[in-house]
């Protein structure tokens, strides 16, 4: 525990230290979030706070990786007490034989994907299509370094469906079938996620509890290896780093709010949230497969399929905003937004609390 607690102070301190220089550049940028009728702020709010949390993740993993690896040509850490926990952290992660390594790199190059479609759509804005194009892209990176659905198990059943162990032309098959699936899903965890990003702390809270969720779940089941390195203490030590990052940015986005994460920062957040998830389909990790997660971002999940239904039904573009998600209509009813978001994130927690009983 102590290696996670390290890795989690250190993102929580840096995505401290980085908001404040967020903010100053989206005021002087004018990358800001106005008031409108659909919105529930009444002041001008600068975005990119997912820019902080993005950056104090990356940099956490990163250096860590670098410094204790033989990649790196001074290492630093070499001849030091501090270079046994360094190389411990490294196998820990999984980054030995390079096949969770992999799998790092994918996440670090498909959330700055993300995080720089979400940039511009902060700052000039993007039409759906160009939005969905770099979320296409993104995921498609992921999932190109391996961070794909492997099987499943059937709920209640203990059965697990394996997508990877087909030869010939059912194994082309079964993997395409896996890659696509893992492409659907990480898009509707992404668009799930911006879609409920409409109340002060609220995405970023619901965010926190998932990661929470995912640890736990990591640290509480029995290791399962590929090729050697932990899976769960892979997904252990991403999910602890990424609640450092949160929680760092919740500091200044709790309300009343300094600062948005904007889209850059619900869709990281998604990415990452799913990306996990996929990481964790591999037999005997049966506690994160994806029925687990979708407990787990149960809340987004179900806004966004309300979301579509309710404009399909209509007659209205799926991508058309309105004031009908959740956080809306509890405030319709008399909550106030803090209490709107305290009750979301009880919910969250509620459906979390109970994926974890049943994994």
């Not at 002087?28 to 104090?56: Q, Y």
């Amino acid at each position: 525990m102590f290696s996670y607690a390290i890795l989690f102070i250190g993102s929580l301190l840096l995505c401290i230290l980085t908001v404040p220089r967020v903010i100053k550049k989206a005021i002087k940028l004018d990358v800001v979030d106005k008031p409108t009728t659909r919105k529930v702020h009444r002041k001008t709010v600068p975005l990119w706070g997912g820019v902080a949390i993005f950056l104090s993740f990356a940099v956490v993993l990163g250096l860590f990786y670098l410094l204790g690896s033989d990649l790196f040509p001074f290492n630093l850490l070499n001849g030091t007490e501090f270079s046994g926990f360094s190389y411990s952290f490294r196998a820990r992660l999984g980054l030995n034989s390079g096949v969770l390594g992999l799998k790092l790199v994918g996440l670090l190059f498909g959330g700055f994907v993300v995080i720089i479609t979400g940039m511009i759509d902060d700052k000039t804005g993007l039409s759906p299509k160009k939005k969905l194009l770099g979320q296409l892209i993104a995921a498609l990176i992921v999932v190109s370094f391996g961070v794909r659905v492997q099987g499943f198990n059937i709920p209640f059943m203990n059965h697990y469906v394996s997508l990877t162990s087909g030869q010939g032309f059912a194994g082309v098959a079964l993997f395409v079938l896996s890659a696509a699936a893992s492409m659907v899903w990480i898009l509707a965890v992404i668009n799930s996620m911006n879609f409920i990003d409409g109340l002060d702390g609220l995405a970023g809270g619901i965010s926190l509890i998932s990661a929470l969720a995912f640890f736990s779940l990591a640290c509480f089941k029995p290791s399962t290896s590929l090729a050697g390195e932990s899976i769960s203490a892979f997904i252990a030590v991403v999910s602890a780093v990424l609640c450092g990052s949160i929680i760092g940015f919740l500091f200044f986005n709790f309300r009343p709010a300094k600062i948005f994460m904007g889209d850059a920062g619900s869709m990281f957040l998604g990415f990452m949230l799913a990306s996990l998830s996929l990481i964790g389909s591999f037999k005997g990790v049966t506690a994160i497969t994806l029925f687990t997660p979708a407990l787990i971002l149960s809340v987004p999940i179900f806004d966004i399929i309300f979301a579509v239904v309710r404009r399909i039904s209509k007659g209205v573009p799926v991508s058309l905003a309105d004031k009908s998600h959740l956080h809306h209509r509890l405030l319709a009813v008399g909550l106030s937004p803090l209490q709107v978001v305290l009750l979301i994130w009880l919910i969250a927690a509620f459906f979390n609390v109970i994926a974890f009983l049943l994994a």
